[in-house]
């Protein structure tokens, strides 16, 4: 267990650098992932990518994302910094990132007993500098608040690729978190609002397309005025409790025309000011299993985070 990589990837390189400085030793564990290695190494972390992207695959296959954590050795309870380096496949910095979504990068945290989320942006706090862009290197602070093993996801466009990564840390130190506990139940309450889950067809068979139907209501009426978040009806994030599979989808409203052009919907920002009470989201599950799905609506003003769990077949 204390042996384990910081960072340890679904992928296969480790860049091990170690900075030796006059007070201390910074290592820097990277965790390089080329995604066309991953695809040829674990195929059912991209599949994702085919439905979600078509025809982009080559290109953003030449894209890695590197993350280095400092310090090296995550802490539950300390602030922590994580770099992300985008870097084309000969290695430059990918500076032409594109906003989607109103933001350059998005990193999605969450906890491997699914108690913990966040959806934290290189920005939140300070615009993103010259800098940065020049190096595509985009850092955000975050406090683990237990010890355990974190899911940490990359999505971001560059040069109409959509490129989204995925990276698995360990955390040291205590309290340290759970298992995390079945729980299929399709009603509950966040908040002010109730929200019920129905999926259609009942049983979600991996590969096959399935639609999460939400519903959302306060003191037993139909709730028509939620907002956007992020140009977005709803983002989720879908998440294999192996931690193995990430999707970062997002909603539409029902009727709605866009299935599945995600580069286009990524785009387009024609989501009303006000909506409700129902949200879609198709999603393709990439394997069997248990996922959690969180997702994020905004509700005067403040983002509401649902998190419900389905079993995949
Ligand atoms: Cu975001």
Redo the contacts with the bound molecule.
């Keep these: 267990m204390t042996n384990k990589p910081i960072v340890s990837p679904k992928k296969n390189h480790i860049l091990l650098t170690v900075l030796l400085c006059t007070a201390f030793v910074l290592s820097l564990v990277s965790a390089r992932a080329a995604s066309s290695e991953t695809v040829a190494m674990h195929e059912h972390h991209h599949d994702h990518g085919d439905m979600q992207m078509k025809g982009m695959q080559m290109k953003s296959s030449e894209i890695t994302v590197d993350i280095e954590t400092v310090p090296a050795q995550l802490k539950a309870g300390d602030s922590a910094k994580l770099i992300f380096t985008i870097r084309s496949g000969e290695g430059k910095p990918v500076q032409d990132l594109q906003i989607t ?3 350059l ?4 945290i969450a906890s491997a007993d699914f108690a913990v989320f966040a ?3 290189p920005d939140d706090l300070a615009p993103v500098t010259d800098e940065m862009k020049k190096k595509a290197e985009y850092p955000v602070r975050f406090t683990f608040p237990k010890a355990g093993q974190y899911i940490i996801a990359l ?1 971001t466009a560059a040069a109409d690729n959509l490129i989204s990564e995925h990276f698995t840390v360990d955390v040291s130190g205590e309290p340290k978190m759970g298992q995390f506990v079945k729980d299929f139940s399709r009603e509950k309450i966040f908040g002010d609002l109730s929200v019920t889950l129905s999926i259609v067809p009942e049983k979600i068979t991996a590969g096959k397309e399935t639609t999460l139907k939400y519903m959302i209501r306060k003191d037993g009426k139909p709730v028509t005025d939620l907002e956007p978040f ?1 140009s977005a009806p709803m ?1 989720l994030a879908i998440i294999s409790s192996d931690l193995d599979n990430f999707i970062h989808e997002h909603g539409q409203l029902p009727g709605s025309p866009m299935g599945h052009d995600h580069m286009a919907h990524m785009m387009h920002m024609n989501t009303p000011k006000k909506f409700g009470p129902e949200i879609d989201v198709p999603v393709v599950f990439p394997g069997s299993g248990v996922y959690q799905i969180f997702s994020q609506v905004g509700y005067k003003g403040k983002v509401i985070v649902l998190s419900f769990m389905v079993e995949v077949e």
Aim: charged share 25%; hydrophobic share 40%.
């Design positions: 979504h109103e933001r990068v998005h990193v999605i959806h934290i942006h999505d992020l983002h």
